[in-house]
């Protein structure tokens, strides 16, 4: 998945994944990408949640070797 900045989060778990990736997607132009990386599975509900409240797109989701990823544009 092509992006501009990467938030490797794996091993961390909820809220710090979505406290990190809001802060990451604050200092982010608009239209710039992040994919970030997840081992909590309560990411997958809290990634597209946290898009959803701030308006930030999330491109993708997928399920890969043990954890998750997202796409999310800012």
């Known amino acids: 998945m092509l992006h501009d900045h990467h938030l490797d989060a794996k ?3 909820c ?3 979505v406290i990190k ?3 990451l997607l604050a200092k982010m132009s608009n239209g710039q990408k992040l994919l970030i990386e997840t081992t909590d599975p309560v990411a997958q509900i ?3 949640h946290m898009c959803q409240q701030f308006g930030f797109k999330l491109l993708a989701a997928a399920e890969v070797a043990g954890g998750h990823s997202f796409l999310v544009q800012k």
């Open 46 to 48: 809290d990634i597209p």
């Open 21 to 23: 990736a809001k802060k």
């Open 11 to 13: 091993g961390t778990l």
């Open 15 to 17: 809220p710090i994944p």
